[in-house]
């Protein structure tokens, strides 16, 4: 069965208070606290945690270390995740440099852009590679996810090129749509090595238009905004 992705962006909130509970030294917690603190319903925090099993014990409510455990193995945190970064403009260069990343296993392992004036810059403990090697790069180094940073007009491009270097999931920042490329044949199928590939968009100016909308309009909001 299908799991909303809005299921899947709340664990990743419930993981967040997880961490804060933990931090705090707050050893259980239960369904409706978890809600009240993601500004859910206990219905939709039992809802989200039973796609994924049962995690607590009826009436006793969870203890925090273990469901996090558990929330970390099902988002797949518990894993190592290579990522290159596409693009290493102000965006990209501000993500290589942002420590969080390094808090799960998620490790830059190539950074790549096609600029003379930043091919060869050294950011953190890596070397910008130019994109014509990011082929080479990928036969030689496991790389689970890009990250895609270029100008927006690049960003289908850059993306096929991920996709052609086998890359199976993007994380795509231009606030373009990318769209798998449509074969010419009867079927109109996807082409072979677009199928399973993952995009995610982030696009904080949408953010900042849902803003815009609900600030105008606040009782038209259903739940707080993750
Ligand atoms: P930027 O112009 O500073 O950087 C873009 C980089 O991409 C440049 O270094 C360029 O040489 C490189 N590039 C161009 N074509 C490429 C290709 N085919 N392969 C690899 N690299 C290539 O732009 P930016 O401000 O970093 O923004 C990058 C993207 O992120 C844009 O799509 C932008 O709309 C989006 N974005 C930026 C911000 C921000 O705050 N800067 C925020 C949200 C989204």
Redesign the pocket.
Known sequence: AEIPTAAISRLVTYLRILEQLEAQDISRTSSSDLAERAGVSAFQVRKDLAYFGRFGTRGMGYTVPILKRELVRVLGLNQTWNVVI?????????IANYPGASDYQFQYVGL????PA?VGRQVRNLTVQH?DDLRAFTSHNRVDMGFL????D??Q??AQ?LVDAGVRGILN????VIQPPVEATVQQEISDEWRGVIIEN????AGMKRLAFYILNPHLKDAPMT
């Open positions: 596409v693009g290493m403009g102000r965006l990209g260069q501000a790549f852009d096609v600029s930043i994109m940073a270029v100008p927006p690049r960003a491009d850059a090129m920042f231009a606030p373009v982030v696009d904080f100016l």
